[in-house]
């Protein structure tokens, strides 16, 4: 769920990554082809690659990613037991999994001053309802077969508090 590429973009651009080859991908063939001018725009189509992809049915081969990075989707993932099973399969072996998202159990202090920064910039309100709860979680990393692979880290103060970090190892 690569959206605008802009997250994808920005880690493209730090001298640290500059060895690294990025590659987004996305269900919606509108967030693609946005995705893919906006890295033809930055200069860095080069580097950065947009595909058309479902998370469900990953097109790499095993073992063939050293890092996967996952912001504010597993919530509209159809099967997300399937899905972490397909992230954790395209994994190298050492290479790091993160998927975050906003909890439905998050600090609720720190999910309105989320939704104020979100209006500040002309975003609606998350909706933390559709979101999982930290223990939904732990279940979908169980139920993929990585209970052991899959530490949950959810925060209960600060701004890490609005959400779920799901870290997979390999």
Not at 61 to 68: F, L
Not at 139 to 148: H, K, M, P
Request: charged fraction near 25%; hydrophobic fraction near 40%.
């Amino acid at each position: 769920g690569t959206g605008t590429a802009r997250l994808l973009l920005k880690m493209a651009l730090r001298p640290e990554l500059e060895a690294m080859r990025f590659i987004g991908t996305d269900y919606f063939p509108d967030m693609v082809e946005l995705a893919a001018r906006n890295a033809k725009e930055s200069g860095l189509a080069g580097r950065v690659e947009i595909l058309h992809a479902d998370v469900h049915a990953i097109p790499f081969s095993d073992q063939s990613a050293s890092v996967v990075l996952s912001r504010s989707t597993i919530h509209h993932w159809a099967q997300p037991a399937r899905a972490l099973w397909e992230i954790y399969r395209v994994l190298q072996p050492g290479g790091l999994a993160l998927i975050h998202d906003v909890r439905r159990d998050s600090n609720p202090q720190a999910l309105m001053e989320f939704n104020q920064l979100r209006k500040s910039a002309g975003v609606g309100a998350s909706r933390s309802g559709e979101k999982y709860t930290t223990e939904e979680s732990r279940r979908v990393g169980a139920e993929a077969g990585l209970a052991n692979r899959c530490m949950i880290s959810a925060p209960t103060r600060g701004p890490a508090s609005l959400g779920v970090e799901l870290r997979i190892v390999r």
